[in-house]
């Protein structure tokens, strides 16, 4: 992670059972076919820190979004990449595709399956980054690629030192605090 090296995850990896479970009209699930990058918009999003950063110690780092595009255009993967900010609903939209065999034709079927999640979740104000691809061949885990790391948060309680990368090359922090007033992190 110190180097860049993000991670594009099979839905089947996720902590919510219902985000990205598309079926086709035999059952089968089509979720080996995306890779999900999920992000979020606000590094000093408070319940993202106390979901994912170890009780407010860990580290979020920040990539700019052309920089993963670019990363992405110059993948050899051979599919598609659906780009956007999560529809949040009560309701769960059709997971079920209309034939036995994926297809690419259906564009509005998988942008409704990768991009909504359960209104509960609106809080997270995810952006996501979706490869859908029928030639992944790294056994239903994650692609990878390095992205230059444009800025690295520490939490409130984590300790702000500095962390280097695989050539010890030294990579500033910046460390959040709790404001004494409002319940947000600066």
């Not at 992670?1 to 594009?8: E, H, R, T, Y």
Request: net charge positive; proline share 3%.
């Amino acid at each position: 992670v110190n180097d860049g090296d993000i991670s594009f995850l099979n839905p089947n990896k996720f902590n919510d059972p219902f985000d990205c479970s598309c079926v086709l009209s035999n059952n089968k699930s089509v979720s080996d076919k995306f890779r999900v990058l999920c992000t979020i918009q606000d590094p000093k999003n408070i319940l993202m820190w106390s979901y994912y950063a170890s009780e407010h110690k860990g580290y979020c780092f920040e990539y700019k979004k052309h920089d993963i595009i670019t990363a992405i255009i110059n993948s050899n993967l051979n599919g598609l990449c659906i780009i956007g900010k999560i529809h949040y609903s009560d309701k769960r939209p059709n997971y079920s595709y209309s034939s036995d065999k994926f297809s690419y034709t259906n564009i509005k079927f998988l942008i409704e399956c990768t991009f909504t999640k359960y209104e509960k979740w609106k809080h997270e104000d995810e952006f996501r980054f979706v490869l859908v691809s029928d030639s992944f061949k790294d056994n239903g885990i994650a692609t990878k690629m390095n992205i230059p790391i444009l800025n690295v948060f520490n939490g409130c309680k984590g300790d702000g030192v500095p962390i280097s990368n695989s050539h010890q090359t030294q990579i500033n922090v910046v460390k959040l605090t709790s404001d004494t007033v409002a319940y947000k992190l600066l």
